[in-house]
T-cell receptor, first 112, second 109 residues
Framework: DTGVSQDPRHKITKRGQNVTFRCDPISEHNRLYWYRQTLGQGPEFLTYFQNEAQLEKSRLLSDRFSAERPKGSFSTLEIQRTEQGDSAMYLC??????????FGEGSRLTVL | DAKTTQPPSMDCAEGRAANLPCNHSTISGNEYVYWYRQIHSQGPQYIIHGLKNNETNEMASLIITEDRKSSTLILPHATLRDTAVYYC??????????FGPGTRLSVLP
C-alpha cells in the first residue's frame, strides 16, 4: 500500500500521560499536514511541513503539542500531559507541492 | 483562502443525481475549489477540484459558475456508498486546506 500510513490507529491513555503518533506520507510528497477532528466537526488544521521545515502552526497547537519531520520523510506528533479535551481523531495528510491532499486513516485518541 | 458555506445536510434517492452546492462568494481569481468527502471513521478522500472550467472525473462533476462565487458537485448516479460528509474548500497561495462542517449527504434506498 503506497498511501499515507498512520500509527497507531487507536490509542487509549490516562490523563497526564504523553502520547506520540507517527505518520508516513506518500514517498514523493514533500508537504505533510496534521489535522485534528472531533465528533461532528470538520478536520481542523494543526500544522504543516515542507520537507523538514515546519512552515505553519495553528493556534490550536498548544505548548503541549509538538510535531517533527526530522528527515523530511515520516513525521511524529507528540502530545504531552494529555487532557480529556485532547480526545479526537488525529489525521495526517501529504501532497506534492500543489495538487490534492491525500489523507491517512487517522489515529484515534481517547484520554480517560 | 475563501470562506465556503454549504447546507448542513441533504438527502438523495439511490440512483438519482446528487447535487451538492457550495457558496464561495469571497473567492479570489487564483483560488481553486476542492471537494473532499469523508465516510464515517475514515480519512477524507479527494474527489475533484477546479479553477474556472467545469471538471469531470470518474467520481463526479464539478460545475463552477461564471462569476466563480458558487459551485456544485454532482454525483451522477448516487449509491448507498456515497453516503458521507462532503467538504468544499477554497485554496489559493496559502497551503492550508481549511475544512468547514461540510454537507452530510444521505443516500436513501
Amino acid at each position: 500500500d503506497t498511501g499515507v500510513s498512520q500509527d497507531p490507529r487507536h490509542k487509549i491513555t490516562k490523563r497526564g500521560q504523553n502520547v506520540t503518533f507517527r505518520c508516513d506520507p506518500i514517498s514523493e510528497h514533500n508537504r505533510l499536514y496534521w489535522y485534528r477532528q472531533t465528533l461532528g466537526q470538520g478536520p481542523e488544521f494543526l500544522t504543516y511541513f515542507q520537507n523538514e521545515a515546519q512552515l505553519e502552526k495553528s493556534r490550536l497547537l498548544s505548548d503541549r503539542f509538538s510535531a517533527e519531520r526530522p528527515k523530511g520523510s515520516f513525521s511524529t506528533l507528540e502530545i504531552q500531559r494529555t487532557e480529556q479535551g485532547d480526545s479526537a481523531m488525529y489525521l495526517c495528510a501529504s501532497r506534492y507541492s500543489t495538487g490534492e491532499l491525500f489523507f491517512g486513516e487517522g489515529s484515534r485518541l481517547t484520554v480517560l | 483562502d475563501a470562506k465556503t458555506t454549504q447546507p448542513p445536510s441533504m438527502d438523495c434517492a439511490e440512483g438519482r443525481a446528487a447535487n451538492l452546492p457550495c457558496n464561495h462568494s469571497t473567492i479570489s481569481g487564483n483560488e481553486y475549489v476542492y471537494w473532499y468527502r469523508q465516510i464515517h471513521s475514515q480519512g477524507p478522500q479527494y474527489i475533484i477540484h477546479g479553477l474556472k472550467n467545469n471538471e469531470t472525473n470518474e467520481m463526479a462533476s464539478l460545475i463552477i459558475t461564471e462569476d466563480r462565487k458558487s459551485s456544485t458537485l454532482i454525483l451522477p448516479h448516487a449509491t448507498l456508498r456515497d453516503t458521507a460528509v462532503y467538504y468544499c474548500i477554497g485554496l489559493s497561495g496559502g497551503q492550508n486546506f481549511v475544512f468547514g462542517p461540510g454537507t452530510r449527504l444521505s443516500v436513501l434506498p
